[in-house]
């Protein structure tokens, strides 16, 4: 016990051991670093993709409207479910339960509306003949290059596997939600805050997809 | 905030039932003793192939009637085919990297030891560390049974590599093997991927968090910044190789072309001529390459990196004197781990890459030898004038450094362009990073389990069996290794199954058979090693707390430790990792939970003598 007492004499500095040198507890830090961890899972198949579209005639088959103007309502339901986050911890932090289930609701709501919409215009893909290893054959020769070079079918492929990837995330994040909504009451703030963390990551994400995936494959007629 | 210190924070109760207690146990000592034994078992599996490759080597055309009965299909009448040769490359390969050299060093003995050493109770996430355990062991399951799967194409799995190189790894009916066993090979990756990323950040919040009073950061152990090192390269390496493996089972499964090229001929057929061999185009075998080696070349680092730790503490504690430039030395760590991030292209110099790009990764490798050459110096500065105890656990860390040494030299031979061009696809390549990646690294883990067994089971192990196992080894795998760099130079090809064919290879020969000679009796010597461990558990002497008169806070606890490490106490540090030899003091060796006073009353002597110094990190 007495050197216990003796330590009392050091100074209580964020990197001198027994303290949280980042003022947050085990799991909001292993929060982030999942969040880091899977930061770059996303960007290996961005990159990925980066490379691939570079050295390949790309097809850029979205037109304004109706695939763009809709792909932005799923990314502007993304955003609304990261502000109803936000409002979710700000309530919580004042320990108003109540009020930050709601929002949590609110947010698996928009969460799940980004899911549908995006599982329909996976669906209206598909039935234009978009799979994961070739192109409808319209655009095939809609979007060959000037000198005959067909459009690669890796679109398809990059399409369904990142923004699939994206979905499951989404998915995965909202039934993480459920669960925090659901135990709230036994939680502490601090896991709301970690799975708002969880979900603004999500979120953010989609800012790298939409671009792109979407804006970079708008169709500007120059074909 | 709640739970500003440590207190109240993840005390789960000593387990009593024999399951909770040793089989799901969420005690970091026991997973720690779990992952070691995982890895003593791959790495049977993985030393019986190599046997059986140097079998083939050095005895072509021999039959071995046991190989024979084993593997009908890939040794008909007890004579290895090609394919056999190659797919027990691949296995050997995998299984060594992921389930020897990355599981026993981090998730063996880095469980083990970290929370102990920073004076924590567990790791941060005890559920999430059982499962990393039992994720790992999955894949582990999955690549053994590669093994059978690949049976009926007369391969004990994929005929690749363990690069697993596209396309020959993204079409299914590319080769023998490449079927079912290379799918099981892509999931066993992914799965060990899994684990290895919650392991990983565990390590990190475990450090970051969890250290006790007065351990500051500048007051760990080298082991410790070498585990959190590594986490981090785990961390941040895995994610990617896990990525490039989704792509990789896609390319498989769902008819993409992430990686494989159009105009691709297979058995004749044209890709997309034929139902057999549907379409593929536009993708870049090149691109796997780069995803692969970005995490691969920080794996090199994870598999070094804890056996660079757990050297620089051995050395230091026998040769009675602190380390040598304690601050260099984790700088040296950091600065290995970061550049480790920016020379994957140098595994890649006859892709066909920019000579330009190849330039870069070229002097961004040669610059690693610069941290490397700071630990190696370092290390003899720590021997240098040391009065040193020459235990089991001191003649294997200075093995490692020896071999560091050894193989790290071929590294700046083969970070230069213009030599790896030729040199690339021969032995010498084996040899390099056999010698500096596999032997170095497991070295280090011999040094660490004969110094920290009698820390795990109580009892010391037999030192004159571990001598005997030391020399032999020592001198076993220079016998192997060493002649292979002359026959790289000569231009001995890697992955060849046998060499029979080859005029120009012939008077080599003789060397071949020597090599194998030697691989077989280190092998052997393995066997004292394993003997030496199962008979210390029950019959080893009794070790006592500190029987090597060591600093660190495992050798203020009881040996075994209790389930909570420090009975139910956390220590408080007061000073450096290695204090040896500090003048005025009574022993030659301070403990870091030794308190201030003790030397102010013997004098202010102490000051400059370790070589952290005891102030740390004060802001």
């Known amino acids: 016990m007495s050197t216990e007492a003796r330590a009392e004499h050091f100074p209580a500095a964020d990197w001198d051991g027994g303290v949280f040198p980042y003022r947050v507890g085990h799991r909001k830090l292993g929060m982030w670093l999942f969040i880091v961890s899977d930061s770059l899972t996303f960007s290996a198949l961005l990159i990925g993709y980066s490379y691939l579209r570079a050295s390949n005639v790309w097809p850029t088959p979205f037109p304004f409207y109706p695939s763009i103007v809709f792909s932005s309502v799923m990314t502007f339901c993304l955003l609304s479910s990261s502000l109803t986050m936000v409002f979710a911890v700000s309530a919580s932090s004042r320990g108003d339960r109540a009020k930050a289930r709601k929002w949590i609701l609110g947010t698996i709501f928009f969460g799940l509306a980004f899911l549908v919409l995006h599982l329909i215009e996976w669906n209206h893909l598909y039935s234009e003949g978009l799979r994961p290893f070739s192109l409808p054959a319209d655009w095939v020769t809609r979007y060959a290059a000037p000198d005959g070079t067909l459009p690669s079918p890796l679109f398809g492929a990059t399409f369904f596997t990142i923004t699939g990837l994206h979905m499951f995330h989404v998915f995965t994040g909202a039934i993480y939600l459920a669960v925090v909504a659901a135990r709230l009451n036994k939680l502490k703030h601090e896991d709301v805050e970690i799975s708002g963390l969880y979900w603004h990551f999500v979120d953010l994400v989609w800012m790298f997809v939409f671009p792109l995936i979407y804006i970079m494959s708008v169709d500007i007629g120059t074909h | 905030m709640s739970g500003e210190t440590h207190e109240a924070v993840h005390r789960h109760p000593a387990p009593t039932g024999f399951i909770r207690k040793y089989i799901f146990s969420l005690d970091h000592k026991v997973i720690g003793i779990q992952y070691i034994m995982l890895a003593l078992v791959a790495v049977l599996v993985g030393m019986t192939m190599s046997v059986l490759m140097r079998m083939n080597l050095s005895w072509p055309g021999t039959n071995w009637p046991i190989l024979g009965t084993l593997f009908p299909g890939g040794a008909p009448d007890g004579m290895m085919t090609p394919e056999f040769y190659l797919s027990l490359v691949t296995m050997h390969g995998t299984i060594m990297v992921f389930f020897v050299l990355t599981t026993a060093p981090q998730g063996g003995f880095g469980n083990y030891f970290l929370p102990i050493q920073i004076g924590a109770e567990d790791m941060a996430f005890p559920v999430l560390n059982m499962l990393s355990f039992w994720v790992t062991l999955v894949g ?42 290379m799918n099981l090979w892509i999931i066993s990756i992914a799965i060990f ?6 392991g990983a950040l565990n390590f990190i919040t475990t450090l970051l968090n969890m250290r006790t009073r007065g351990m500051s950061l500048m007051r760990m152990p080298l082991t410790c910044w070498a585990w959190f090192t590594t986490a981090v390269l785990a961390l941040l390496s895995f994610p990617v190789l896990l990525g490039g493996g989704i792509l990789l089972l896609l390319d498989r499964l ?3 072309s992430f990686f494989i090229p159009g105009g691709l001929y297979l058995s004749g057929i044209l890709s997309g001529t034929d139902e057999r061999f549907p379409l593929h185009t536009g993708g870049s075998p090149i691109l796997w390459q780069h995803l692969f080696w970005f995490f691969g070349h920080p794996e090199v680092y994870i598999a070094i990196l804890p056996g660079m730790g757990a050297t620089s503490h051995i050395l230091s504690t026998f040769a009675r004197k602190p380390v040598f430039g304690y601050r260099a030395m984790v700088f040296a760590i950091f600065a290995i781990g970061l550049l480790g991030f920016f020379v994957w292209g140098h595994h890649m110099f006859i892709s066909g890459m920019s000579p330009y790009s190849a330039m870069t990764f070229s002097i961004l490798t040669l610059s690693i030898g610069v941290p490397s050459a700071v630990k190696t110096f370092n290390w003899l500065g720590t021997l240098w004038g040391g009065r040193i105890r020459f235990t089991t656990a001191m003649l294997f860390a200075i093995g490692f450094v020896s071999l560091f040494v050894a193989g790290g030299i071929t590294g700046l031979v083969l970070g230069q362009t213009s030599l790896d061009l030729p040199m690339h696809d021969t032995y010498f390549v084996t040899a390099h990073f056999h010698l500096v990646m596999g032997v170095a690294s497991i070295f280090g883990m011999f040094a660490a389990t004969y110094f920290w067994f009698p820390k795990m089971f109580g009892r010391l192990m037999n030192e004159s069996l571990g001598k005997f196992h030391f020399w032999i080894t020592f001198i076993g795998v220079y016998c192997i290794f060493v002649p292979m760099h002359t026959m ?37 010597a393995q066997i004292v090693f394993y003997f030496n461990l199962l008979w210390s558990i029950f019959k080893g002497k009794r070790a006592g707390e500190n029987p090597w008169d060591a600093t660190t806070l495992e050798w203020t606890t009881a040996s075994p430790p209790p389930h909570d490490n420090f009975a139910g106490h956390l220590p408080v540090v007061y000073r450096g990792p290695y204090e040896f030899a500090v003048p005025g003091a009574a022993n030659d060796f301070v403990m870091q939970t030794e308190p201030e006073v003790i030397l102010q009353a013997v004098g202010s002597g102490r000051e400059g003598t370790s070589g952290n110094g005891h102030d740390g990190h004060r802001h």
Not at chain 2, 193 to 198: H, Q
Request: aromatic residues 12%.
């Open chain 2, 140 to 181: 582990f399951i999955v690549i053994l049974s590669a093994i059978f799967f690949s049976g009926a194409d007369s391969t004990v799995g994929p005929i690749g590599g363990w690069t697993g190189y596209a396309p020959l790894s993204a079409l299914p009916n590319a080769g023998p093997g490449q079927g079912m066993g």
């Open chain 2, 193 to 198: 991927c899994v684990g290895s990323l919650l």
């Open chain 2, 254 to 256: 769902a008819g993409t």
């Open chain 2, 488 to 524: 790289g130079i000569v231009g001995m090809p890697r992955r060849f199954a046998q060499f029979t064919e080859y005029e120009y290879l012939k008077t080599l020969h003789p060397l071949v058979v020597f090599v194998s000679i030697a691989a077989i009796a280190t092998v052997l």
